[in-house]
């Protein structure tokens, strides 16, 4: 297991999507992804990738693992 490296927008989209989530949905300034109870707000869609610090607390947030996160393809 490598560290964790910076992330497109879609592709985290894509991760989330096969870890049980649904979305993104529109919602105040953010858009958010679902998976039961659990609301998760995502980055906006910009031209860069999403960083390091801010992938680990999207993932913290998610309740996801980063083995779990890493495994997902």
Do not use: W
């Not at 497109?8 to 953010?30: C, D, T």
């Not at 910009?46 to 890493?70: K, M």
Request: charged fraction near 20%; glycine fraction near 14%.
């Amino acid at each position: 297991m490598g560290p964790l490296a910076p992330i497109s927008h879609r592709n985290l989209i894509a991760k989330l999507r096969r870890l049980g989530f649904e979305g993104p949905y529109g919602g105040g300034k953010h858009p958010m992804m679902v998976r039961g109870e659990l609301r998760l707000t995502i980055p906006n869609p910009h031209g860069a990738d999403i960083g390091v610090a801010l992938l680990a607390r999207v993932l913290t947030q998610a309740g996801v693992s980063r083995e779990e996160c890493e495994s997902v393809e």
